[in-house]
């Protein structure tokens, strides 16, 4: 299964690419790289600084526009975010130099979410975002919003990796028909995520690494991953998935590396609030 039915019908890689973290003036030559290597969604933000390179990459690719799959993110507005929203996201999609975006997500559960998220289902009727998502939502904030608005997000994309699985938030999420995406898929890298014994240890089975069993543990529980890395050869590995399947009694063996918890921060911490509430990006 490469692919994935969001819930508006838009089909939508199983595999992509993230850019967070990647420098602008090196955004170029990764993105172009992770195109050759077959990567056909592409996960970046309006926070990213790197909207622009993404575009660059994308024209130069000579692969035609159905073929791809562009995310990128509106970044918290304040209120009344109709306005602000809409300008912001014509900023964005003049940065990237397309005529519309695949795929726009209301970065944090933060600002006036309720004016952002009326102007982002005016921009999908529209047509201009094929579809409309949010990132970063507990539970109680993701019910919420289905509830007051017509359109339930497609997508939530959230921090998802074998330390902090989210199995029982994806089965909630299946339930309204919200897709749940991985964002930091290898952690980062963080509690030694590369050299976990376990995974290694079902890795040298199939002859994968740890990162090819991570990604195929994701995609097989049908959570959509975007792995970033700006080396043409992990590149390749990070996308050599799709010839291996874990069985069950791995999948149940991954389950016990779940902490519950974040490796990063809280979004529901009022210090988090108030940092990433109040910060904006110029656009
Ligand atoms: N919505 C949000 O709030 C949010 C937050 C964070 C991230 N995201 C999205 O999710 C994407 C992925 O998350 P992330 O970038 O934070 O981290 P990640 O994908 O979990 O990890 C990236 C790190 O892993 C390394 N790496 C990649 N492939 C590897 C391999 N095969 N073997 C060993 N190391 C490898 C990379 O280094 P090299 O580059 O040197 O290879 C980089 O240091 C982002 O790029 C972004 O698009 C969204």
Not at 147 to 153: G, H, Q, S, V, W
Request: avoid cysteine.
């Amino acid at each position: 299964m490469r692919h994935i039915t969001l819930n508006n019908g838009i089909r939508m890689p199983i595999l992509g690419f993230g850019v967070y973290q990647i420098p602008a003036e090196q955004t170029e030559r990764a993105v172009t790289d992770a195109l050759a290597a077959g990567y056909r969604l592409l996960d970046t933000a309006a926070a990213y600084g790197n909207e622009e390179a993404v575009g660059r990459a994308v024209r130069n690719s000579g692969i035609s526009r159905e073929e791809l799959f562009v995310t990128t993110k509106l970044w918290v507005q304040d209120a009344p975010a109709e306005h602000n929203t809409r300008r912001a996201f014509e900023t964005s999609l003049t940065k990237l130099g397309l005529d519309h975006v695949d795929l726009y997500l209301v970065h944090q559960p933060f600002g006036d979410v309720y004016g952002q998220w009326r102007a982002m289902e005016s921009l999908n009727r529209e047509g201009l975002a094929q579809a409309i998502g949010v990132a970063n939502f507990y539970p109680d904030r993701l019910i919420d919003l289905i509830l007051n608005n017509d359109i339930t997000p497609a997508v939530n994309q959230i921090e998802t990796h074998p330390f902090f699985q989210r199995a029982d938030y994806q089965e909630l999420m299946r339930e309204r028909g919200v897709q749940i995406q991985s964002w930091g898929g290898f952690a980062e890298g963080r509690n030694d995520l590369f050299a976990n014994p376990l995974l290694a240890e079902i890795g040298k089975e199939y002859g994968k690494s740890v990162a090819q069993v991570v990604l195929r543990w994701l995609t097989q529980r049908g959570v959509v991953a975007i792995p970033k890395s700006v080396r043409p050869e992990r590149m390749a590995e990070n996308f050599d998935v799709f010839d291996f399947e874990l069985t069950d009694e791995q999948m149940t063996a991954i389950a016990t590396l779940d902490t519950g918890k974040s490796l990063f921060f809280d979004h529901r911490d009022p210090a988090m609030v108030e940092r990433l509430g109040k910060h904006r990006v110029d656009a």
